[in-house]
């Protein structure tokens, strides 16, 4: 007999609804499956009641992860009502099921309510169907909805049309803090790290206190323009709040990407709680910041504290070998990461690979790698041996591999770039002067070498020769006072980094204003006595201008930040962070 019945439950729907709910609490699928067999024998065909428990099954399939089982119970249903459409659509596997629901929902004639939308509404990818799911929302009178609204919000950014999000939330007044908190996470997620703060302040005004989310969604504003001061206000709301483990994630992410390695190691010491994110943010931030065999001590410890590593861990692990020219180590972790950790290389563990192995200059066993690759090599893969390639001066690889990034894109200006920099580093003037011709003809532009820095809350940039800031005239006399101190202590300008076929003369005039020395000058003329001068960069810092961050540093007694887009240089009394092996 079954064991419901031999129990002695009675048979009602609400022990029914218990029962399932238990199963939910529990993670008990055999147990549930059981009752839905129980049900399933017991009959009652499509009452309301049983329309209400085969719901309860459909929510309990899908919250335990069986979507097949779900699926197959929904075909069944002889009845359905929109929890039963939401049920399934909240826990469809990708848009076009979502929406193919929803049409399906609609033509049965029932009526979809505030968490349908917003169910189908976060599963939109594409603007114009995130438009075509708007129009029925607002024809039901939901745009008012809370759930709704702050779907559409969140669509729309995703979507890359902050405009309209932006214009959704100002439609009517905002009264939850849902709404507030979307806005400004896809503010916040979008780049637009003023305007993210500039919301916060408007919803305090308004009489909302920050939640969790709303804090977290400030830091990662603050990490991707390293507004380090701002993240320090952000943190001293936090250490009010709770001790969440996403926010203080968040504050391990965004002080690890402002280059503060002593405040994320105090964070990352004295957290309750870790986990796989919080150890791969410790080891990458670690790396990115030039110490990393540290990284890879905290590797150790996270393996020996019984975290499994991600493959995002693993990505981190073998940036830090490739950054300290740990070639062995590296190409071991690749070749057993599988067997070890259950991990199978993915396109980006192939991508560190490429770079471990073309940093050391190992160019031809790099090429060996990538036409041995499982996966197709892309761009990103290619431009890695590249640059490598420029940096190692072998024009002769440099173009094969450039002719594989233009076949694969042909208006990828990196790669004019990068080939026509290694023609010029090689002293192949005519060469790098044909590949400038056809940057022309294909109106390939170069991207200017542009640094900023933040001082007094007001960000200040710089582009190479450039004279437009209003201090200029005083800023250049700050940087040749540094040079000629520096050069009474052996400085030479590297010309060899400059990549134009003139004469010695001209070649020291263009590496004098290059955009970081111009920003570290203006730095040092407002710093502030024990605080770093913080530079970013959007290019690769150049050999000469490391040089003279290195002198300057010594010089002067200062720490000086540099950080371009790949890591951190930490210049320290004539040392860099990075050993020189960038």
């Known amino acids: 007999?079954?064991?419901?019945?031999?129990?002695?439950?009675?048979?009602?729907?609400?022990?029914?609804?218990?029962?399932?709910?238990?199963?939910?609490?529990?993670?008990?699928?055999?147990?549930?499956?059981?009752?839905?067999?129980?049900?399933?024998?017991?009959?009652?065909?499509?009452?309301?009641?049983?329309?209400?428990?085969?719901?309860?099954?459909?929510?309990?399939?899908?919250?335990?992860?069986?979507?097949?089982?779900?699926?197959?119970?929904?075909?069944?249903m002889r009845d359905r009502n929109v929890i039963s459409f939401t049920t399934m659509i909240a826990a469809a596997d990708g848009e076009f099921l979502a929406l193919s629901l929803l049409v399906r929902?609609?033509?049965?004639?029932?009526?979809?309510?505030?968490?349908?939308?917003?169910?189908?509404?976060?599963?939109c990818s594409d603007l114009r169907l995130l438009k075509t799911v708007h129009c029925p929302a607002v024809k039901a009178g939901l745009e008012s909805d809370v759930f709704v609204r702050s779907?559409?919000?969140?669509?729309?950014?995703?979507?890359?049309?902050?405009?309209?999000?932006?214009?959704?939330?100002?439609?009517?007044?905002?009264?939850?803090?849902?709404?507030?908190?979307?806005?400004?996470?896809?503010l916040a997620q979008a780049g637009d790290a003023a305007a993210s703060l500039a919301l916060f302040g408007e919803m305090r005004r308004a009489g909302f206190g920050p939640s969790t989310a709303?804090?977290?969604?400030?830091?990662?504003?603050?990490?991707?323009?390293?507004?380090?001061?701002?993240?320090?206000?952000?943190?001293?709301?936090?250490?009010?709040?709770?001790?969440?483990?996403?926010?203080?994630?968040?504050?391990?992410?965004?002080y690890c990407k402002c280059g503060e390695l002593a405040e994320a190691e105090t964070i990352f010491?004295?957290?309750?709680?870790?986990?796989?994110i919080s150890w791969s943010t410790m080891i990458a931030g670690l790396a990115q910041n030039g110490r990393c065999r540290d990284a890879l001590v905290v590797f150790e410890e996270m393996q020996l504290t019984g975290f499994k590593p991600n493959h995002i861990?693993?990505?981190?692990?073998?940036?830090?070998?490739?950054?300290?020219?740990?070639?062995?180590?590296?190409?071991?972790?690749?070749?057993?990461?599988?067997?070890?950790?259950?991990?199978?290389?993915?396109?980006?563990?192939?991508?560190?690979?490429?770079?471990?192995?073309?940093?050391?200059?190992?160019?031809?066993?790099?090429?060996?790698?990538?036409?041995e690759m499982d996966c197709e090599p892309d761009t990103i893969i290619w431009k890695s041996l590249l640059a490598a390639c420029r940096v190692h001066r072998d024009a002769g690889m440099a173009a094969a591999v450039a002719r594989e990034i233009l076949r694969l894109d042909p208006d990828d200006k990196g790669a004019y770039i990068l080939l026509s920099n290694a023609y010029a580093g090689s002293n192949q003037w005519g060469d790098a002067e044909e590949v400038r011709r056809a940057m022309k003809e294909r109106r390939v532009t170069k991207e200017p070498g542009c640094s900023w820095i933040e001082v007094g809350k007001k960000t200040h940039f710089f582009i190479a020769g450039d004279k437009s800031h209003p201090q200029s005239e005083v800023i250049e006399r700050e940087l040749e006072r540094l040079i000629r101190r520096i050069g009474g202590e052996g400085y030479v300008p590297e010309t060899a980094f400059v990549l134009q076929d003139?004469?010695?003369?001209?070649?020291?005039?263009?590496?004098?204003?290059?955009?970081?020395?111009?920003?570290?000058?203006?730095?040092?003329m407002n710093s502030i006595e024990g605080k770093p001068v913080r530079v970013m960069k959007n290019l690769r810092i150049c050999g000469d201008c490391h040089t003279f961050a290195k002198m300057v540093s010594k010089a002067v007694g200062q720490r000086i930040i540099v950080r371009d887009p790949v890591r951190f240089h930490h210049f320290v009394g004539g040392e860099c962070s990075c050993g020189d092996y960038w």
């Open 1 to 76: 007999m079954d064991v419901l019945q031999s129990s002695g439950l009675p048979r009602d729907h609400i022990a029914y609804a218990d029962l399932i709910q238990l199963c939910i609490k529990r993670n008990a699928a055999a147990e549930g499956r059981r009752i839905h067999r129980h049900l399933s024998a017991a009959g009652g065909g499509g009452s309301p009641a049983s329309l209400f428990l085969c719901n309860l099954l459909l929510g309990m399939y899908t919250k335990l992860g069986l979507s097949s089982e779900a699926r197959q119970l929904f075909e069944e």
């Open 105 to 123: 929902m609609i033509r049965a004639n029932v009526r979809p309510n505030m968490y349908t939308y917003s169910s189908v509404l976060q599963f």
């Open 151 to 186: 779907s559409l919000v969140d669509g729309y950014f995703k979507c890359g049309d902050g405009d309209s999000g932006r214009a959704v939330f100002a439609e009517m007044p905002t009264t939850d803090m849902v709404v507030w908190n979307s806005l400004i996470g896809g």
């Open 214 to 254: 709303t804090l977290t969604s400030l830091l990662r504003a603050c990490t991707s323009v390293a507004m380090l001061e701002t993240g320090r206000q952000v943190h001293g709301q936090a250490a009010k709040s709770s001790s969440d483990l996403i926010l203080h994630n968040a504050l391990l992410d965004m």
């Open 269 to 276: 010491n004295t957290m309750v709680s870790r986990d796989v």
């Open 313 to 371: 861990t693993l990505v981190g692990v073998l940036f830090a070998c490739s950054h300290a020219r740990l070639v062995q180590q590296g190409r071991e972790l690749f070749l057993t990461m599988e067997k070890t950790f259950g991990i199978r290389p993915a396109r980006e563990h192939h991508g560190c690979m490429v770079d471990l192995l073309g940093r050391a200059g190992q160019l031809k066993e790099a090429m060996k790698f990538i036409m």
């Open 502 to 524: 003139v004469e010695r003369e001209q070649k020291e005039e263009l590496l004098k204003y290059h955009s970081e020395k111009l920003a570290i000058a203006f730095g040092l």
